[in-house]
């Protein structure tokens, strides 16, 4: 074999190997192997449950061994305790009154002042218990997986940045509403699922699906930031890409390195950017 046809584990860059998955053709070592009735495959294509199936075994495992997903968790406790805190504060049931509503909710006017930290607070904020479990179940369910998948971390940067980039969009669409709600962030976990699945298949071709039924329901229900939707989906699917370099790199196994982590931080500052040139514009 020359230098010419070397070829290294997709999971393991400085491994060398001359094996390959008789499904997708990505060299694999040996310890990344899986004995097929034909050929062999790689992690992906090894049998093993994908799609909703995963993402449905995963947060049980979780559940029931309580090893996965802390991040996960840590964040719906915080919108959960974030919500019981206002009304520990007096605010009513539907939660848009009070301080904590005041000086964290997504509004231009606040922007305008200088109060940058509502394009982030206003993500951890929602406008009555039915807005706020819905969006926990979903976070559950969608975060659990992803952050198995691509470690705390990443999982964390690809959030945040998600919630910046859903708030840029409710400034975009409509800016001189009040927005609050984690819908943002969470819709950037579909675009970061929907890239994982057309580079890789991680969720089994699922989640384009889950992404159109959502899009039919924020279209056809009054009252949805349908810029906040829009805009977290574009900034998780940016930064996918980013970190997997566009698709050169494996966004699951590969190293994010320097440039992976500069391409998510770049769609934060330019979500940042489209709201202050927005705020300038309406202000």
Request: aromatic share 8%; proline share 3%; charged share 10%.
């Amino acid at each position: 074999m020359s230098a010419a046809d070397v070829s290294y584990c997709y999971r393991h860059p400085d491994r060398e190997t001359g094996l390959s998955c008789s499904e997708c053709e990505r060299p694999i070592c040996y310890e990344c192997m899986t004995p097929a009735a034909v050929g062999i495959r790689c992690p992906i294509h090894s049998g093993k449950p994908q799609g909703v199936q995963r993402v449905t075994q995963g947060v049980r495992r979780a559940s029931s061994e309580g090893t996965g997903a802390h991040l996960t968790k840590l964040l719906v406790g915080l919108n959960v305790g974030i919500f019981l805190l206002q009304l520990a504060l007096g605010a009513d049931l539907g939660t848009r009154s009070g301080r904590i509503y005041e000086e964290g909710a997504l509004r231009i006017d606040g922007l305008y002042f200088g109060e940058w930290w509502r394009l982030l607070t206003s993500a951890f904020l929602h406008s009555g218990p039915i807005h706020l479990a819905m969006n926990m179940l979903v976070l559950w369910i969608f975060g659990s997986a992803l952050e198995q998948m691509l470690g705390r971390a990443r999982f964390l940067l690809v959030y945040l940045v998600s919630g910046l980039a859903g708030s840029a969009g409710a400034i975009l669409f409509a800016p001189l509403g009040v927005t609050v709600g984690a819908s943002g962030a969470i819709w950037g976990l579909f675009g970061a699922a929907f890239v994982l699945d057309r580079q890789h298949n991680a969720f089994g071709g699922q989640a384009l699906g889950v992404i159109v039924l959502n899009l039919i329901f924020t279209f056809a229900i009054p009252g949805i930031s349908i810029g906040g939707h829009l805009g977290g989906l574009a900034g998780g699917a940016l930064s996918m890409l980013a970190l997997s370099r566009f698709g050169r790199r494996h966004a699951i196994y590969g190293r994010a390195g320097v440039v992976g982590i500069a391409g998510i931080l770049a769609v934060g500052a330019l979500s940042v950017a489209v709201a202050y040139l927005q705020v300038g514009r309406y202000t």
